[in-house]
């Protein structure tokens, strides 16, 4: 079952720019992930924002959660032509599962 | 460094062969899962294992099997490959009690 969905599918922005990535889930969770996997590859483990916290940074990626909304957005900013991948979110489902959402394509122009 | 190697990127086979894919980590890791991705659904567990000989269906067990008889070790089965099989297979694990899970490259497999 599908519980994260992003949007938008599929972004395109120049070098340099901001991205900004949605996820909105159905379930109450105990904490809300986001992986990058780069094309044909497997995926990378990012950032991880637990239920009780509202916002977290890593680098230059910048995550929010809002449980009441049940919504998660990612952000990076500057970002670099290296950027360009598929990132998805993913929700903590119990038992130590995770639910992936489809992802969103983002392409940064160089 | 963390780990997972899968034994094959590009796997061709026949409807109705089985097939192995094999999955190892260096890690210790007691959690190991198997998924499918493809175009526009994300990824979706088909089985994974919190321990050696221990296994539990995720959404889409059918038509797949497991193996997992030493901890670094999960392999995935298709006893009778069909085409709507065709996909990316990666292999994850993860520490018992966090979530983080760490991925394999991926095989991708082709059923004709």
């Known amino acids: 079952s599908q519980q994260g969905e992003e949007d938008p599918q599929a972004l395109s922005i120049q070098e340099g720019e901001n991205a900004t990535m949605n996820c909105s889930y159905k379930t109450s969770i105990n904490n809300l992930q986001w992986y990058r996997q780069n094309s044909g590859r497997g995926l990378v483990h990012l950032i991880l924002?637990?239920?009780?916290?509202r916002e977290k940074h890593s680098g230059r990626l910048r995550v929010t959660l809002d449980t009441s909304k049940k919504s998660s957005s990612l952000l990076i900013t500057a970002s670099r032509a290296a950027d360009t991948a598929s990132y998805f979110c993913a929700t903590d489902a119990g038992g130590n599962k995770l639910v992936f959402g489809a992802g969103t394509i983002l392409r940064v122009k160089s | 460094d963390v780990k997972v190697t899968q034994s094959s990127r590009y796997l061709v086979k026949r409807t109705g062969e089985k097939v192995f894919l094999e999955c190892v980590q260096d890690?210790?890791?007691?959690?190991m899962f198997w998924y499918r991705q493809d175009p526009g659904l994300g990824l979706r567990l088909i089985y994974f294992s919190y321990d050696v000989k221990m296994k539990e269906k995720g959404d889409i067990p059918e038509g797949y099997s497991v193996s997992r008889e030493k901890k670094e070790r999960f392999s995935l089965i298709l006893e009778s490959a069909s085409t709507n099989q065709t996909s990316m297979y990666l292999c994850?694990?993860?520490?018992?009690?966090?979530?983080?899970?760490?991925f394999g490259p991926g095989t991708r497999l082709t059923v004709l």
């Open positions: 890690m210790d890791h007691e959690n």
């Open positions: 994850a694990s993860g520490l018992a009690g966090y979530n983080e899970q760490f």
């Open positions: 924002i637990r239920s009780n916290e």
